[in-house]
């Protein structure tokens, strides 16, 4: 297994937004790039967080989306018709 090359990834977050819930709950949503050295690609991110009593963020689940048109109008419509 020594040929395996170890492959790094380096996210960026390009833009994100966030809501509260709740006591001290937040949804975040974040348009963010995944750099390899195969190159780079940009998704979408649903997190879902807490506030701890400091004021600092707490992510606890998280949820990628593909950044193509296709999957993002079969999840807004989807969420749209619940």
Request: hydrophobic share 35%; aromatic share 10%.
């Amino acid at each position: 297994m020594d040929d395996e090359k170890e492959t790094k990834v380096q996210f960026e977050t390009l833009s994100a937004e966030k809501i509260p819930f709740g006591k001290n709950n937040f949804l975040e949503v974040a348009r963010k790039k995944a750099i390899t050295d195969e190159g780079v690609s940009e998704f979408i991110s649903v997190s879902r967080g807490y506030f701890l009593p400091d004021g600092s963020e707490k992510y606890k689940k998280s949820i990628t989306i593909p950044d193509d048109p296709v999957i993002k109008a079969f999840v807004t419509e989807k969420i749209n018709k619940l």
